[in-house]
């Protein structure tokens, strides 16, 4: 059995691990760090190119973060939440490319348009009504609407191709959205870790155990899934960043804070589609409305992809159930997740949640036809054999104690960490990797509180981070100047 000592524990390899540990080395460069993931290479879970949307999520086309309030208003206070951590992510990558932390932005980062595209009349007056309560805001310069199916056809010629000229249609933009391939993007930031001092990549280790020791140090205990060897780390600070094995891992501590947390785990696939002659059509993010009972994430969109310099198109997500935690889990991750500690909310959520427990069930019987039914609403024109059914990745939601409901479902990401900031966890999915960076903000404000009130920690976040501390969303000076750093060194506005 062998022994380590180290400042920092990263469980998982992918986006969030990634960011903390980069965050981490900038913030203090002689920190000793080791890195543990369990399959054979770095990102290849939730972080994985074909396992994820690929969207920069800014609010621009997600209209579950604009929803319609019982008079008929719009609630646009998430939309600007979510538009100003993902500012603080490009802020943080703009960095990183200024630096040579990370390669050309064109091999992680592609400018495409972000739309949102809604037919009906009823759906046409809400996303009128979105357009208005967002335009005259800075953040959201430059989306532009339409009802004219001619300017329609202009942005998404294959939307609107065989489309019943009858049909109200409507679409808003913004240019400046973008597509990103987090796998390239963690890989490269492991590449930058692993060439500074200090830091160490495991692959094909598991966690088995965590444990305190007297001294107040985390021992964490390790097997090559290869050669059976064990590997006990003790470390000063863990994070556990393992995605949809976040639950069980920080259960395993056995921290107060971890007490009445479950998960409800949510599969998807995508049909995809890389026939040049068709992609080459389609320079987009189309986002559409939700079916009713559909969780966020299974908000129905026709993507451009990039991943690794390949060209594609994807529609999606058709959300399924599985008892995995993990694409490469177990069918007992579910049931082995249960404690007496949370099988009360996990119960009252089920209890509750019949609308999208029958959604999932449909979902699940669905067959090529009606998955090509719903592909041809936004590409009325699409050829059966021109699209492959891929496995998307999998997501674990949050479960959690409620004083009122007894449980509630969470569709978002969640910070978990013990009172004396030795050992956090990210719960949760949604928006994923778009919100890495104030997501990870957030376990440096919990769990180094100390250094994060220090000088030379906050002169070095605003260095990388301009905007830290401060509100984009009421600071339209600091936006706009932000924004066109961002947008000119990731390469954003080339549209």
């Given at each position: 059995m062998l022994t380590k000592n180290v400042d920092v524990l990263l469980v998982g390899a992918g986006a969030m691990s990634a960011t903390l540990g980069v965050l981490l080395k900038q913030l203090n460069p002689a920190l000793t760090m080791s890195m543990v993931e369990r399959l054979d290479d770095v990102a290849q879970e939730s972080t994985?190119?074909?396992?994820?949307?690929?969207?920069?999520?800014?609010a621009y086309c997600e209209l579950n973060y604009t929803p319609q309030n019982p008079d008929g208003s719009i609630n646009a206070s998430k939309a600007f939440a979510i538009n100003e951590a993902f500012e603080q992510t490009?802020?943080?990558?703009?960095?990183?490319?200024?630096?040579?932390?990370?390669?050309?932005?064109?091999?992680?980062?592609?400018?495409?348009?972000?739309?949102?595209f809604v037919w009906g009349e009823a759906n046409v007056a809400y996303l009128?009504?979105?357009?208005?309560?967002?335009?005259?805001?800075?953040?959201?310069?430059?989306?532009?609407?339409?009802?004219d199916p001619a300017v329609l056809q202009e942005w998404v010629p294959l939307v609107m191709q065989g489309r019943d000229p009858a049909q109200p249609v409507a679409g808003t933009r913004v240019k400046h959205g973008s597509d990103v391939n987090f796998a390239a993007l963690s890989r490269s930031m492991v590449g930058h870790l692993q060439a500074s001092e200090g830091f160490e990549l495991l692959l094909n280790h598991s966690v088995s155990t965590l444990e305190k020791d007297a001294a107040g140090h985390w021992l964490v205990t390790c097997q090559d899934t290869k050669t059976a060897t064990k590997t006990v780390f003790q470390a000063g600070f863990v994070f556990l960043g393992a995605g949809g094995a976040?639950?069980?891992?920080?259960?395993?501590?056995?921290?107060?804070?971890?007490?009445?947390y479950g998960g409800f785990p949510v599969s998807g696939q995508w049909l995809v589609c890389k026939k040049p002659e068709v992609v080459k059509h389609h320079l987009a993010k189309v986002y559409g409305k939700a079916s009713i009972g559909a969780p966020p994430m299974s908000v129905p969109h026709l993507d451009t992809r990039v991943i690794d310099g390949e060209n594609a198109l994807l529609f999606g997500p058709f959300a399924g159930f599985t008892t995995k935690f993990l694409k490469q889990g177990s069918f007992f991750d579910l049931f082995a997740s249960i404690r007496l500690n949370n099988l009360w909310p996990m119960v009252k959520v089920g209890l509750s949640s019949m609308d999208l427990i029958r959604y999932l069930i449909t979902e699940v019987l669905q067959t090529r036809h009606s998955r090509?039914?719903?592909?041809?609403?936004?590409?009325p024109e699409a050829v059966e054999t021109d699209w492959e059914?891929?496995?998307?990745?999998?997501?674990?939601?949050?479960?959690?104690?409620?004083?009122?409901?007894?449980?509630?479902?969470?569709f978002g990401t969640e910070v978990v960490a013990a009172a004396d900031g030795s050992?956090?966890?990210?719960?949760?999915?949604?928006?994923?990797?778009?919100?890495?960076?104030?997501?990870?903000?957030?376990?440096?404000?919990?769990c180094f509180p100390q250094?994060?009130?220090?000088?030379?920690?906050?002169?070095?976040?605003?260095?990388?981070?301009?905007?830290?501390?401060?509100?984009?969303?009421?600071?339209?000076?600091?936006?706009q100047r932000v924004r066109a750093q961002t947008l000119s060194v990731l390469r954003l506005n080339t549209l």
């Open positions: 994985s190119g074909w396992n994820n949307a690929g969207t920069g999520h800014a490009l802020q943080f990558w703009t960095h990183l490319v200024r630096i040579k932390a990370l390669p050309e932005p064109h091999f992680f980062i592609n400018p495409t348009p972000h739309m949102s009128r009504k979105r357009f208005e309560a967002l335009r005259d805001h800075p953040m959201f310069e430059g989306m532009e609407y339409s009802e976040a639950l069980p891992l920080l259960q395993k501590t056995q921290i107060a804070e971890s007490q009445g090509m039914k719903a592909l041809r609403e936004y590409f059914l891929a496995v998307a990745g999998q997501r674990v939601q949050i479960i959690k104690k409620d004083p009122k409901l007894g449980g509630k479902l969470e050992v956090a966890a990210l719960l949760g999915a949604s928006p994923g990797a778009s919100v890495a960076v104030p997501a990870m903000l957030q376990v440096l404000e919990k250094q994060m009130a220090s000088a030379e920690w906050q002169n070095t976040l605003k260095t990388m981070i301009p905007s830290y501390g401060e509100s984009l969303i009421t600071d339209t000076a600091l936006l």
